[in-house]
């Protein structure tokens, strides 16, 4: 009987900042594939508050505490990223309903796109689901505490880029 190959996951998103949400779907994803790649988007279509850069060096930070994750930044379509690198799996994460009609739709077009890649959903756990990059970044803008909401790093390089911007 012949080895099987490995299934590679891809895990897009901006990532602007990695919140603990995310990070608990990394987690499980690494515990579904053997290979996961943390795909950070360019974010052509959104104003990031974190270079493309600080993004990528932020998820390999803290993507490297689990095994078989490798952080990779992509633009233009994810279908091209997605099949460079022979992924069949992409991983959503999905924290309320009100995601699913969206993400539902993402993965229609993608299986259209890409119909041999499979798209999987997974949940954070129960204490991350609030949680998003949006809020995340607003309430440190404001001068917030965000400790719950992202890893001691994450919130560290926060703090940083709100003081370098001049906010709070």
Do not use: W
Not at 37 to 44: D, P, R, S
Not at 55 to 76: D, K
Not at 94 to 119: H, K
């Amino acid at each position: 009987m012949a080895a099987q190959t490995p299934v590679i996951a891809v895990y897009p998103g901006t990532f602007d900042p990695l919140t603990l949400g995310h990070e608990d779907v990394v987690r499980r994803a690494t515990q579904l594939f053997e290979k996961v790649i943390i795909a950070v988007a360019a974010g052509h279509h959104k104003k990031t508050m974190f270079t493309l850069a600080e993004r990528i060096e932020l998820c390999q930070e803290v993507g490297s505490r689990y095994p078989g994750v490798e952080v990779a930044s992509y633009s233009g379509l994810l279908r091209d990223f997605v099949l460079a690198r022979g992924s069949r799996a992409v991983v959503r994460g999905l924290r309320a309903v009100t995601d699913f009609d969206y993400e539902f739709q993402l993965a229609g077009m993608n299986r259209s796109l890409m119909p041999d890649v499979e798209t999987v959903f997974l949940t954070p756990s129960d204490k991350y689901q609030f949680i998003s990059s949006t809020f995340v970044r607003e309430i440190a803008v404001l001068g917030g505490e965000v400790d719950k909401f992202v890893s001691p790093l994450v919130a560290q390089r926060l703090a940083d880029k709100v003081r370098s911007l001049g906010r709070a």
